[in-house]
């Protein structure tokens, strides 16, 4: 499962992992600091922060899903979709988009979960 999700070897998990997991940790830490100047009555740093952080996570979840439905539906590209008639591929495209949202979340844990198993791993065989 994790090698049609995230690469075919580790050292392959690895690299595309640390893209999606820093854009998901930035997104994760400006909301953060978005909420805490909230809280802290600067509604105007505290909304940037927000939105930005907002933004990141949005298009993070979009990568961690739309990868995961390329990858369990055998869609290659988006280009396929549209191949045959138009209408009929805008309405996988949009069905595509709503599933990549919808486990999007589940796979954002385990794809984390699988890269810090991934860096233990190879910390621990450089000892």
């Known amino acids: 499962m994790f090698a ?3 690469g075919e070897t580790e050292e392959l998990q690895i690299q595309n992992l640390t ?3 820093a ?3 930035i997104g994760i830490v400006c909301y ?3 909420l805490v100047f909230y809280q802290l009555s600067l509604e105007t740093v505290g909304g ?3 939105s930005v952080g907002g933004i990141a996570l949005f298009v993070a979840m979009f990568l961690w899903g739309f990868g995961a439905i390329k990858a369990l ?3 290659g590209s988006v280009g396929a979709i549209f191949s045959g008639n138009v209408v009929i591929g805008a309405a ?3 069905v595509c988009m709503l599933a990549a949202y919808f486990i999007s979340l589940v796979v954002a ?3 984390i979960g699988r890269y810090i198993y991934l860096r233990v791993k190879v910390a621990q065989e450089r000892r």
């Open 48 to 50: 940037i922060f927000g």
């Open 92 to 94: 996988i495209f949009v």
């Open 23 to 25: 854009l998901t940790g």
């Open 32 to 34: 953060v600091i978005g």
């Open 4 to 6: 049609r999700l995230f």
């Open 19 to 21: 893209k999606k997991v």
């Open 73 to 75: 539906f055998g869609i």
């Open 109 to 111: 844990f385990i794809g």
